[in-house]
């Protein structure tokens, strides 16, 4: 029998030799724009700033927006939804809200899904107490997504202000 009198098997339907090189080059796609900064989050932008002083309104029932722990602030006569830091975060700092408790929001406007007004939270301000909780750094990167923070055993001493001391008295 010659070499080629030899039959080649059928190939697969669909079976193409470089077959799994372009599904590995597709899935790295996939990865790479699922990781891709900003690509599972709304973005903070500067241009957009504001502050608003109001009261905690409620905790929506769906209050978590693709892992971020998000209040309604009334302020001003609005409503707005404000998003703060993913939950695993907001337990790590010890970070609570009460229901109408007074608080100080410097944040990002945008709009949600719903056409809504929205806030992504740069830091929280409790004016009673004088505390101050923030979210993102100078240049207005997430703080839970520093490596050194997201390791730190004592997160709670650089990522939470201590009430300001009392004036001395005379």
Not at 111 to 136: C, H, I, K, M, W
């Amino acid at each position: 029998m010659k070499h080629r009198d030899i039959q080649k098997p059928a190939r697969p339907f669909g079976h193409r030799p470089c077959g799994w090189g372009a599904a590995l080059a597709a899935a790295l796609v996939f990865l790479c724009a699922a990781q891709a900064p900003g690509a599972d989050e709304t973005v903070y932008d500067e241009n957009t700033e504001i502050v608003l002083t109001g009261t905690v309104a409620a905790f929506p029932p769906a209050a978590f927006r693709r892992g971020m722990h998000v209040f309604l602030l009334r302020a001003g006569g609005h409503t707005y939804r404000v998003l703060t830091a993913p939950r695993w975060f907001l337990r790590r700092i010890g970070f609570t809200l009460q229901q109408d408790e007074k608080v100080t929001v410097v944040g990002s406007k945008f709009y949600d899904v719903n056409g809504e007004l929205a806030l992504l939270a740069r830091e929280v301000r409790f004016p009673e107490s004088g505390r101050v909780q923030t979210f993102r750094d100078a240049a207005c990167r997430p703080v839970w997504r520093n490596p050194a923070c997201r390791n730190a055993s004592c997160i709670r001493v650089f990522h939470s202000a201590p009430a300001p001391a009392p004036p001395a008295g005379p």
